[in-house]
């Protein structure tokens, strides 16, 4: 469904990426894992059409969408769960959601995704009326989710969603992932907490300065010993 | 319906607001000292409303709005007094040249971030200045005379209908992703929304209504020179903005309204009047730091046949 073949991107002078390739087949969860500054951020800000390639392409659903403007990309079906999770502060949970379907029209459809959105995430709906800022961490990564699922995404790019977050709610979190994507979202997961991610994803890349160093099925690499010393904490 | 019915409550108030000075005027109760002063208000509250739309709803902090008032002051002073045309035709060509100053500096400048944009924002201003200090065709800088032509009228519907265009446009699907390029605009971004166009169309209304406040002030004063728009002003109206609440469209009219009525009442004291305005901008920043209504409208305040929630 997604295929980056060999992108290289850069922060003016300073290359990000090296000949970065990954592929993203339909209803998987793939996990990007790897330590702070590997590009692992910078790679899915390119997917989204954030940041271009300078070469490379990335074909997704047969077109290739390197180089095009984001709407464009969450038009398609792209839909980014920005990193630290960035709501709108000063606008409700509500407001919030419906800022998640600007590029849509179909009224009924937005009312109904609104109300799914309220079933996965019980405590938005409660705070509907709240202005966002106010929610805690947690919730807060809830409506930024929530807010990506409101454009009806084919795939759902994560930014981080452990980031700063108590252990229950990682927990709650990836539960969500897992039901998100048992409805039939392919989801692309960049993680530092590999041992969580491991645990949903079916397929995980390891990325280390810009490169891909490692990649094969969740439970290869979990068994890996590279990737039990570097990011599982040893054993 | 409920939303139309308080729509059009609000303009026959403003129309009743409207009548009773015009009234007043007519009949002499006010004083030409006065009327005058309410003319400047209504120009003043136009600068304010619409540099409200780029800084307190769009988030571009943008400080050099006078510029694209001098732009229509010159423009509508150009039209009137060199090729004789009627006043509105001249209010009209003054926004659209404004208009197009707006989109001739947005495009380049808006791709710039916070303070960066507002250098580059002043840095225009400026230069409009001094391309009209260097043009004889307008007088250059001995200025130029423009014949009385602004009326209450004039200045009240320009006021009026540059309220209702921004509040509407606020409460639009158009303003509502402006909100979020000023809450965030990497999450804009990621939500679809074209953040540079909505910048662009944001500056360019704002532009185009502080040209139509620059033909209504340059037809009030008899007399235009180019140093009435130097930085000063655009501080005066990024004041303004500020002070009312950054984000409150009623904070900037309230705002506008009352310093430009402090202004006038302390041109008695011309040595310390500068001195007690700042003094006034320093204790309502200590006492109200989010400014005079914060983010809140006026409408807020009053619940009265609503259901309560945000007015949106």
């Not at chain 2, 005379?145 to 009240?156: D, G």
Request: proline share 2%; aromatic share 8%; hydrophobic share 50%.
């Amino acid at each position: 469904m997604l295929q980056v073949n060999n992108i290289n991107v850069f922060y003016g002078n300073i290359q990000a990426l090296h000949d970065v390739s990954i592929d993203v087949q339909e209803g998987e969860i793939v996990t990007l894992i790897g330590a702070n500054g590997a590009g692992k951020s910078t790679l899915l800000k390119t997917l989204s059409g954030l940041l271009k390639p300078k070469t490379g392409d990335i074909v997704y659903l047969g077109n290739k969408i390197s180089g095009k403007p984001a709407q464009s990309i969450v038009k398609a079906g792209m839909s980014h769960v920005p990193e630290g999770r960035r709501v709108f502060a000063n606008l409700t949970v509500e407001e919030n959601l419906e800022l998640g379907a600007y590029l849509r029209n179909d009224k009924a459809g937005i009312a109904k995704d609104m109300a799914h959105v309220y079933e996965l995430f019980p405590r938005l709906l409660e705070r509907k009326k709240q202005l966002s800022g106010t929610l805690s961490g947690g919730e807060q990564q809830m409506l930024a989710m929530g807010r990506a699922l409101m454009a009806k995404p084919k795939i759902l790019l994560m930014d981080e969603p452990s980031m700063g977050l108590a252990p229950l709610m990682v927990k709650a979190i990836f539960d969500i992932i897992r039901m998100v994507n048992a409805e039939g979202t392919t989801v692309l997961l960049v993680e530092q907490n590999a041992h969580m991610a491991l645990s949903v994803a079916s397929r995980a890349y390891v990325l280390e300065t810009g490169r891909i160093v490692l990649s094969g099925s969740a439970k290869e690499l979990q068994e890996s010993d590279e990737v039990r010393a570097a990011y599982l904490g040893g054993l | 319906m409920k939303k139309s019915k308080a729509f059009w409550a609000y303009v026959a108030i403003a129309i009743i607001v409207y009548a009773v000075v015009q009234f007043s005027m007519s009949s002499g109760m006010i004083g030409s000292y006065y009327s005058n002063m309410l003319i400047i208000m209504c120009v003043n509250v136009m600068l304010a409303v619409s540099l409200h739309l780029i800084i307190g709803i769009t988030g571009q902090f943008s400080i050099g709005h006078a510029g694209f008032m001098a732009v229509g002051a010159y423009m509508s002073a150009i039209v009137t007094m060199k090729f004789d045309l009627p006043f509105i035709v001249a209010i009209v060509a003054a926004g659209c040249v404004a208009l197009l100053a707006g989109l001739l500096i947005g495009i380049p400048t808006l791709r710039l971030r916070g303070d960066y944009l507002a250098i580059a924002t002043l840095g225009f201003a400026e230069i409009i200045r001094i391309v009209i200090l260097n043009v004889d065709y307008v007088g250059g800088a001995a200025g130029m005379t423009v014949s009385r032509q602004t009326t209450w009228t004039y200045a009240f519907f320009a006021m009026l209908i540059t309220i209702i265009v921004i509040a509407n446009y606020t409460k639009s699907r158009h303003g509502r992703a402006c909100i979020a390029i000023r809450e965030d605009e990497i999450a804009a971004d990621a939500m679809g929304i074209n953040t540079t166009y909505y910048k662009v169309v944001a500056f360019a209304i704002g532009a185009f209504f502080a040209g139509v406040a620059g033909a209504i002030f340059s037809h009030q004063l008899f007399f235009i020179q180019p140093t009435s728009f130097g930085f000063l002003k655009s501080f005066d109206i990024l004041i303004y903005v500020v002070l009312g609440g950054l984000g409150s469209l009623s904070g900037s009219v309230l705002a506008a309204v009352l310093l430009t009525i402090v202004s006038t009442y302390l041109a008695e004291f011309p040595e310390t009047r500068m001195i007690i305005y700042s003094l006034v901008l320093i204790l309502v920043m200590l006492y109200r730091p989010t400014g005079l209504l914060g983010t809140k409208e006026i409408t807020d305040f009053f619940k009265f046949g609503k259901k309560g929630g945000k007015n949106v």
